[in-house]
């Protein structure tokens, strides 16, 4: 029974090892033919190089802003559909409803985690739900000061346009249209238009 059990052992290594080098070599390929569902050109798993301010601001460095945004309005819209969802009848929040559920998202420890710096093509760029980045194959640098700040975005956002508007906002619109409103008309983080071009 040892043998027996030693020898299942030692195949399922085997096995495991084989199908952990042809997945290398299908992703390898892949890299290198566009049109294989794959993103085009190599793909790096070393971890993206960081500046001296990446490493030590408090404060979002300002070429992650942008993107920083995108990252908040995406989780605001996601928020408030999510608490819509839950109603029996499809009806307006009331004013606490949205006002928690904007509070809960800008400090949302754990939600805010998921978020941080990918190389992509040679620059870095903040990955995570909602962001172009995090569907191309990389490693990302997460943690630290990413979700601190972040959240310390998010603030700052709903302190600019207020929560009342956000939520205004968000009944009278397409949810798509959150971003551009957040990013490029009230706070001025990302220059015009740039919510059309959202691929790297």
């Not at 040892?2 to 299942?8: A, D, G, I, K």
Request: net charge negative.
């Amino acid at each position: 029974n040892t043998r027996m059990y030693s020898s299942r052992c030692t195949l399922c290594v085997m096995m495991y090892f084989v199908l952990w080098l042809l997945s290398l070599f299908l992703v390898t390929k892949a890299a290198e033919n566009p049109g294989t569902g794959f993103p085009e050109g190599k793909i790096s798993f070393k971890p993206p190089k960081l500046s001296e301010e990446d490493d030590h601001s408090v404060l979002m460095p300002a070429q992650y802003r942008c993107e920083a945004c995108q990252a908040v309005a995406y989780q605001i819209v996601s928020a408030l559909q999510k608490a819509k969802d839950k109603q029996k009848k499809p009806k307006r929040l009331s004013e606490s409803e949205f006002l928690d559920v904007l509070d809960g998202v800008c400090n949302n420890n754990d939600m805010w985690d998921g978020y941080g710096i990918k190389e992509v093509d040679g620059a870095n760029h903040i990955s995570g739900p909602g962001l172009p980045a995090e569907q191309h194959a990389g490693m990302m640098h997460g943690g630290g000061k990413w979700p601190g700040r972040i959240m310390s975005m998010c603030l700052e956002i709903l302190g600019d346009v207020g929560e009342d508007e956000i939520y205004d906002f968000f009944e009278e619109h397409e949810h798509h249209e959150m971003t551009p409103y957040l990013c490029e008309e009230e706070g001025n983080h990302c220059p015009k238009g740039s919510h059309k071009r959202d691929e790297l």
